[in-house]
């Protein structure tokens, strides 16, 4: 065989080899949450996970990127009650049962500590986790989602009144306008396919308990936080100020260029600053 036969089979083998080794880090599991069976996409082990929480009809794909990041992190990436491969019971998906629903995941993964990635309705969720279970919360991320009551409950209650009247007509609507910003026309269309897939029962009670009052009190956040915002008029000029007063350990960022979904539009910058505010704050070891 000669050096470059050699070289090209060796090359080869070595894609093949790294081809595999992805495929088998990433294990889908499931984990039981009273009579729910909650799935979650795992790389890794030990007791303490960097744990990416998916936002409003949205599933753990939209981690993809990050869960093939991150070294040698333990990393896990949920597919919340009535999302993706999880079971989708006919109950009321407030905030308090999806933040449960985490904490079963990270008893069925032996987690003892998370640092906790919130995107969008994941931000109440893992908001929520906190308040429930502080002592197993290392940090939070707040990705592109809100601590506090953005509308009126009447603006709110307008808004959702089309979806309860006639859902399919209205929800394609109401993802078009989180998506437009979005260059990548593929990305686009797997964003919206996706969310469009969840259950009607699913997405109207969660999007209804995502406005509960009642999830936006002031307490404090005592440990680290850090927020990724996309720039836009959405956000308040005071938003900063106000994440400041929940939780005096903040990183904030506001990112130009980017849509709601922006750890997918740019999942090595996002990566990198999650990485940077987890090594930090020493709040996860390898």
Known sequence: MSVVK??????????????TVTAVEIENRFAKFGEVKIHYQNRGKGDQALVFVHGWTCNSDFWHAQMNDFGSLHLIAVDLAGHGKSDKP?????????????????????V??????????GTPVVREFYRLFPEKTAGLVIVDGALRMMFPK????????????????????????????????????????????????VAISAMENMFDPSVYKTDSIKVPVLAVLAKSPF?????ETFLRSLAPNLQYVEWEGVSHFLMMEKPAEFDQTVEGFVAKNKLLSK
């Open 90 to 110: 006919q109950i009321a998906y407030t905030m308090d049962y999806l933040a449960r629903s985490i904490e079963a995941v990270l008893i069925d993964a032996k």
């Open 154 to 201: 009447e603006q709110v209650d307008q808004f959702i009144a089309p979806m309860k009247a006639d859902y399919k007509a209205a929800a394609p609507g109401v993802v078009d306008g989180m998506v437009a910003p979005i260059k990548d026309e593929k990305l686009k269309e797997e964003i919206k396919t996706a969310m469009l897939s969840t259950p009607e029962y």
């Open 6 to 19: 050699r070289f090209l089979f060796l090359a080869s083998c070595l894609v093949i080899f790294t081809v």
């Open 235 to 239: 956000w308040p000029p005071d938003t």
């Open 112 to 121: 003892k500590h998370a640092v906790l990635v919130g995107h969008s309705m």
